[in-house]
DNA sequence: TTGGCAATCTGTAACGTTTCAGTATATTGA
DNA sequence: TCAATATACTGAAACGTTACAGATTGCCAA
């Protein structure tokens, strides 16, 4: 019996069929190996062939598909963004996110983002990751000096970049803040309005940049001449109710401190708050220095003192670290500090 | 001459090579086949052999290959968000991704997100996912009464999910906040003040939204008999400079209100900053109702009056829309709105 | 005994891509 | 002239999965 089960590329290119190799081939008269090499600009392809194969994909809109050059290449042609979903007010991870898409938007790359919640090691997502091969890089954020996260992806030998720097003796791909130099102008600029007894709200204790921040701190301190108010019950990530409550408590001391720096926006929020609990008034009784990642903070209080930390920029240059390692670049080439810009008051 | 190339699953299970149907057929003894069907409960397999599978699928952690899967069924594990990535203050984002990855945490599925500019037509973001078939299922937002975005979608039957309603006569799954309810309450409960002479701060003037809260607004002022001040040159995706300097230039006319509501927590820090500007106290000579999505706005005025909607909240009840839909549910059966709170002031 | 049928299991092909190992044709060197 | 070699192209196999169309077995009715 004839009976032939028709094959799908059989015939013409004339349905609504997504265009594949196979396509192309037919339509060429090309085998569908020679289409293939054609498009990635092979050596051994003839030039005219060349160009006329890549007419035609452009003409018909041929676009690899994913999962057929995924399966047979184990490229993914994907990034992951690995965050952290329980903190506060984390308003700066869409600007990272979004900094992350403007690098990858003429790329094939997609970004995906992998959550993790506090109640699990950090480490579980970027397992799942690597196990799964489910992205050619990875991003992570809230970096530690000595990071099981970094280790495990650099012994397995994945692309990655870290938001935030290690301190592990091993090269990989960051991009950091420079905090030190953030704490330590901030120290300066109080010292220079006459403050000479400061508080400093910190980062997240286990976190690489808690360190440089608080040397910063330190160092400018003794460089001036001013004294520290130990504020050590407090750090950024904790809720507002808790920063705002010792923050009064601080300040209804007598020993009470005539500056902050603060690490965070959203701390500054309600470290001003416990500010005006206890009666001060910002400007008059106590400077504040602050980062901050969008220009609110001086529409809040005309009275603080802000750092701009672009976040964005951050996304982009993680993503060109990451893709730049894809690459094949040297990891130790793919390292960025961004400097703080001076402390600006209110401008008028 | 006997020399044979050696194919990958041929030998041994020992390998560091990830497990795959091979390998645990292999293992059990059984076909590749049966494997597949056992390890998704197909009814033709043996109680005690789906048992067996599935038991040392998971022992040795077996994890089906996604690229694998994609290729032969065209189901991509993927749900795309599609995002406009040139607004100022977006700090809602995070919290929508939040609540999305909260509800795929325990699905196989992804969460990737799809950026598109201010430039693009937002069509063409949604166009890509569907001729590449990229994904699943999308959630766009910044939805339109007559969205092209959806009809897209709806003929090419792909699942998805609208962050704010449609009103095309089409029916298909959305999760939106009442506007209509919300812009009422705020009237009422300024009325209540005795406030009579009201501004509105719009949503942007495309947006589904921007209706339902106008209606709101009109609705209420006629029904307490207050009356509106038209401030229509301001809507919330204006930029804070632009928001503040014509709500200054506004609260300096004689004519000014004696209230506002805002519909974005970022579009009220700049009517505050330019109520103040005009010399003018808020409280004392204008209140200001706003919807917020953190509970920042009270630490910045605790005059301000606030209404909280959760857009984590959002992303979970999208995703879980969306996942519906792929899962075969009616699409008008996964619709829903959120309910605002009451009108709060700062509690004490 | 035989035929029919249900219950289990299996091999093959296909999804779209790239790599491997070629083949056919033209070009070169002596 | 012949072989060597470069040039331009090609088919088959493989990545891991699922769907299709059987194959094998045991059991029961006739």
Same mark, same amino acid.
Not at 7 to 19: C, F, I, N, Q
């Given at each position: !019996?004839? @009976?032939?089960?028709?094959?799908?590329?059989?015939?013409?290119?004339?349905?609504?069929?997504?265009?594949?190799?196979?396509?192309?081939?037919? !339509?060429?008269?090309?085998?569908?190996?020679?289409?293939?090499?054609?498009?990635?600009?092979?050596?051994? +392809?003839? %030039?005219?062939?060349?160009?006329?194969?890549?007419?035609?994909?452009?003409?018909?809109? =041929?676009?690899?598909? @994913?999962?057929?050059?995924?399966?047979?290449?184990?490229?993914?042609?994907? *990034?992951?963004?690995?965050?952290?979903?329980?903190?506060?007010?984390?308003?700066?991870?869409?600007? *990272?996110? /979004?900094?992350?898409?403007?690098?990858?938007?003429?790329? #094939? =790359?997609?970004?995906?983002?992998? #959550?993790?919640?506090?109640?699990?090691?950090?480490?579980? #997502?970027?397992?799942?990751?690597?196990?799964?091969?489910?992205?050619?890089?990875? *991003?992570?954020?809230?970096?530690?000096?000595?990071?099981?996260?970094?280790?495990?992806?650099?012994?397995?030998?994945?692309?990655?970049?870290?938001?935030?720097?290690?301190? !592990?003796?091993?090269?990989?791909?960051?991009?950091?803040?420079?905090? /030190?130099?953030?704490?330590?102008?901030?120290?300066? /600029?109080?010292?220079?309005?006459?403050?000479?007894?400061?508080?400093?709200?910190?980062?997240?204790?286990?976190?690489?940049? /808690?360190?440089?921040?608080?040397?910063?701190? %330190?160092?400018?301190?003794?460089?001036?001449?001013?004294?520290?108010?130990?504020?050590?019950?407090?750090?950024?990530?904790?809720?507002?109710?808790? *920063?705002?409550?010792?923050? %009064?408590?601080?300040? @209804?001391?007598?020993?009470?401190?005539?500056?902050?720096?603060?690490?965070?926006? %959203?701390?500054?929020?309600?470290?001003?708050?416990?500010?005006?609990?206890?009666?001060?008034?910002?400007?008059?009784?106590?400077?504040?220095?602050?980062?901050?990642?969008?220009?609110?903070?001086?529409?809040?209080?005309r009275e603080l003192l802000v750092v701009n930390e672009?976040?964005?920029?951050?996304?982009?240059?993680?993503?060109?670290?990451?893709?730049?390692? +894809?690459?094949?670049?040297? #990891?130790?080439?793919?390292?960025?500090?961004s400097t703080p810009s001076e402390v600006l008051p =209110?401008?008028?």
């Open positions: !019996m004839d @009976r032939r089960v028709p094959k799908k590329g059989d015939d013409d290119a004339s349905g609504k069929e997504r265009p594949t190799l196979k396509t192309l081939a037919f !339509m060429t008269g090309l085998g569908v190996t020679t289409v293939s090499r054609a498009l990635k600009d092979a050596p051994e +392809i003839g %030039a005219e062939t060349r160009r006329r194969v890549q007419l035609v994909a452009k003409q018909i809109g =041929y676009r690899p598909n @994913r999962a057929g050059v995924r399966l047979r290449t184990g490229k993914t042609n994907v *990034i992951s963004l690995v965050l952290n979903t329980e903190h506060e007010l984390m308003s700066f991870v869409s600007d *990272i996110i /979004y900094g992350v898409t403007e690098v990858i938007a003429d790329t #094939p =790359y997609h970004l995906i983002v992998t #959550p993790y919640s506090r109640s699990q090691d950090p480490l579980d #997502p970027v397992r799942y990751l690597v196990e799964t091969g489910s992205a050619d890089g990875v *991003i992570i954020s809230r970096t530690q000096p000595n990071d099981p996260r970094a280790r495990y992806m650099l012994e397995r030998g994945i692309p990655f970049a870290t938001h935030g720097r290690t301190d !592990m003796g091993l090269v990989h791909p960051y991009h950091d803040f420079d905090n /030190y130099a953030f704490a330590g102008e901030a120290v300066r /600029y109080l010292a220079g309005r006459g403050r000479s007894r400061l508080a400093l709200v910190t980062p997240p204790l286990g976190l690489t940049y /808690y360190g440089h921040t608080v040397n910063g701190f %330190a160092d400018a301190l003794s460089e001036v001449g001013a004294s520290e108010v130990p504020f050590n019950t407090v750090s950024i990530d904790q809720s507002i109710e808790q *920063i705002r409550t010792r923050t %009064a408590q601080l300040m @209804r001391r007598k020993d009470r401190p005539d500056g902050f720096v603060s690490s965070a926006a %959203a701390a500054t929020l309600a470290i001003v708050a416990g500010i005006e609990d206890a009666g001060l008034k910002l400007g008059r009784d106590v400077d504040v220095v602050s980062k901050q990642s969008s220009e609110l903070l001086h529409l809040f209080r672009n976040f964005r920029l951050a996304g982009s240059e993680l993503a060109r670290a990451v893709l730049g390692w +894809i690459g094949g670049a040297d #990891p130790g080439s793919l390292q960025s500090l =209110y401008r008028g």
